[in-house]
Structure formats: structure tokens, C-alpha cells
């Protein structure tokens, strides 16, 4: 049975409750509230919370995250709501850290009465975090890509519905990487959980597809300098593989750039995250040119884009060079903050199966979440199609490979959802709340 999330925008969910919700409208409460929320039971709004990077070493992607949020909040409430009701959200700043993480989640839970949490990225907060909205058993839905939740290592009340995990990007892009790029393969990564998450998964995905990684270089994600760890890259490498995160990654690819000088190089593939909020045609960046990297929504406008993509860049204020209309310096974290906006759209949808209309009904909300299935791509889901695995509380989707050409990323692979698809390694769904 399908659920509409913006009009004509469907998602499959099961069960719905549409159809009892329709019967539950009306009353002096209802008559009292604007046209398009005339069908809510109550009027009190629900209200989300959102967990944000606004300070510290996120700060980029956090300053986007709540673009979109306040973008995707719009659109829900535009649309009518949730449940017919207004939809209201609080953000507090985690500065990054994982300690303050925890005490955000006891702030949004306790003091300001969210229905729910969603938002964060970095992998080190998450983990921080989420044991803390388990004992307050509140929802809390993560932006992040690490595999800490569909590896089994938090708990029921944790998903993340909106975005992909590692383990699921490089298993789809490995082969990918061996058969176009090279097989020997020399990983640049930050040493905490993130860049965990790439060598743990990366390392068995490249075998598999017949390579092999030479070197591992686990780099402090508050280095200011990386010439010393240069050297460590073996000459005979195909591939280097970077995923750097943190104020310093113009200072990294420059010199990389630079310990390389003007002659053969080895391939490159990076994730973006190394230069998300940073303009690829930036001065010094030349070297980047001919390389690849992961993208998970193209940051350049592609020349496929259709509708559904260039309504979603107006809707959060992004012009085709993935910049902000207002300011074409300020360079959007294009390939994550689609999560935010698609998360908040699975909230409305799981909300309106669960016929959420309070905190008492928190675990019904994780319940509808867990019985979805496919995301078909839509105004919702503006990255792609997505299918979500109940058991594991971990979303399936396509995965972009973009070119560096002419300071521009050209799009020129994109991965099939079942390339990413691994055995499920727990079910939250056999576990109590």
C-alpha cells in the first residue's frame, strides 16, 4: 500500500494507517487551526529535534544540515504537515563532540519536549549519542554514513533511514575501482571511527573484486600538516584512496599535489567528504584534476537532471554549481545534506502509519519505520531510489562516481542499489524497546 509524502510523492510503506487517520478528523480543535492543517486532532504542533554540528569540526556540514532542515520543513508543512498537524523544529549545537552530543539528546529530549531527534553526521558523536536516547527511548534518527547502525552496535530506537552507510559505498564501488582505476590501493583515512569504517569494509570489498590494499595511513583528524606521512605510500601504488575530513583538507590535497610534483602519479579516488563546503576550482586545487571521487548526490548539476533535482536545489537555496544562491562562495555539503531532507520526509511518513499523536506513541513511530520498505525517488527522495531494511534500520541506494573536469565533477558511474546489499549482521527488530 503506498503513502503520499508530498501530494503526488509515493513511498511504500507497510502498514499505512491513511485510511483510519481520514476518519479520526474534525471537532472544534480542527475548525481552529489553518485550512491546511484542518484535519489534525489536536492543535499543539508536533515538535523534531535536531541534533546539530553547527560548531566544531562539522561546522561546514552543520551550517547546510540546517539549511535543509529549515527547507524540508517548509515543504512538510506547505504540504499540510504531519498528520495534519504543524510541525515545529528545535536545534541545539553538539560542537562535534560526542560528550556534548549526549547531553543535546537529554536537552531536546527533556527540556524541550521533542517527539523525536534526527540530524547528526560525524560517526564519533553518533556513537556518543545514541545510548542516550536509548535510556530516554526516544527516536533517534541519524544523517551519518557510518556503519555503527546497521552493524548492530546501538539499539532499536536508533535508524538511519535517509542515507546509505560505508560499508554498503565502497562494497558497490570496489569493483568499480579495480576494473577502471587500478588494483593495488594505498588508503589515506582520519583515525576515529569514520575512517574505521573505510579501512574495516574497504579492505575485504577491494579483495573481493580483486585487489588489494598496500599501505593503511591513519591520519589524526586534527593535523594541520601531512608531508610526513607522504613517503609512507608505496611506489609501486595504482590507487590512492583518501577520505580526509576537517578544516585541513585544501592543506592535504595540496600537498599531495606537491609530493607528487608534475610527474606520473597514481590514480585517485576520494570521497568527497574530503572537499564538501570546498569550490573544486578553488586556486591550488588543479592537481585534483582527472581524479575521481564518491559522491552521494552529484554536487554539479548533471545534464540528466530532471525536475524533481532542480526543485530540490531552489527548495534549499543551491545553484547548479552546488553553491548558495545567495552567496556563490559558500559551497554546499551537497552529497550529505540530502539526508536531512529525506529523513524528515521518512519522519512525516512513518508518523502518519504509526497515527502519531503523541510521545506515548514513540514506539509505534519506530515500528512503522522498521515495516517500510522501497523509497521510490520523488520530490521526498531526491537522491535516488532507496530501499530500507527494517531489521537492520539501515536505508539501500545508488552511489555516484564523479570526474574532475575542467574544475568541474562530471557524473560518469552510478552504482545499482543491489551492488551495495550485504547479509544483515543484526535484527533490531528481536529486541525490546
Known sequence: ?????????PTLLKPSRRAVLGGLAGGAAALALPARFASAQSAAPIKLGVQLHRTGIGAAYGRWYERTAQAALKAVNDAGGINGRPVEIAFED?????????????????????????????????????PRAGELKIPYLVCSEGHHVASGKLNRW???????DVKSQVKAMAPWIASTLGKKVTMIFPDYAFGYDHRDNFVPAIKEAG?????????????????????RIPADTDVIYHVMIGPSVLTF???????????????????IDSLEAVAIDSPGLEFLEGTHFWEGNP??????????????????????????LADPKDVSTYAH???????LHVIKAGMEAAGYQSSADRQKFVEALEAMTDMPRSAAHPQGDKVFNGKTHQAFGHQYISKVEGGKLVKVHATAIEDGFYPDEVDYTSMSF
Open 94 to 130: 553538539d560542537g562535534t563532540d560526542p560528550k556534548r552530543g549526549a547531553e543535546v539528546i537529554e536537552k531536546l529530549a527533556s527540556q524541550q519536549n521533542c517527539d523525536l531527534i534526527f540530524g547528526p553526521l560525524f560517526s564519533h558523536v553518533v556513537m556518543g549519542s545514541a
Open 158 to 164: 536508533t535508524l538511519q533511514p535517509g542515507i546509505t
Open 1 to 9: 500500500m503506498t503513502s503520499s509524502l508530498l501530494g503526488t510523492t
Open 337 to 343: 545534506m540530502f539526508s536531512v531532507w529525506e529523513t
Open 253 to 271: 590535497v595540496r600537498e599531495l599535489g606537491e609530493f607528487f610534483g608534475s610527474g606520473d602519479r597514481p590514480e585517485i579516488f576520494g570521497f
Open 299 to 324: 554536487r554539479y548539476q548533471q545534464a540528466d537532471a530532471d525536475g524533481i533535482e532542480t526543485g530540490f536545489r531552489a527548495a534549499v537555496g543551491v545553484d547548479a554549481k552546488g553553491a548558495s
Open 211 to 231: 585487489g588489494e590494499v598496500a599501505e593503511l595511513i591513519a591520519i589524526p583528524p586534527t593535523e594541520t600538516s601531512f608531508t610526513r606521512y607522504l613517503p
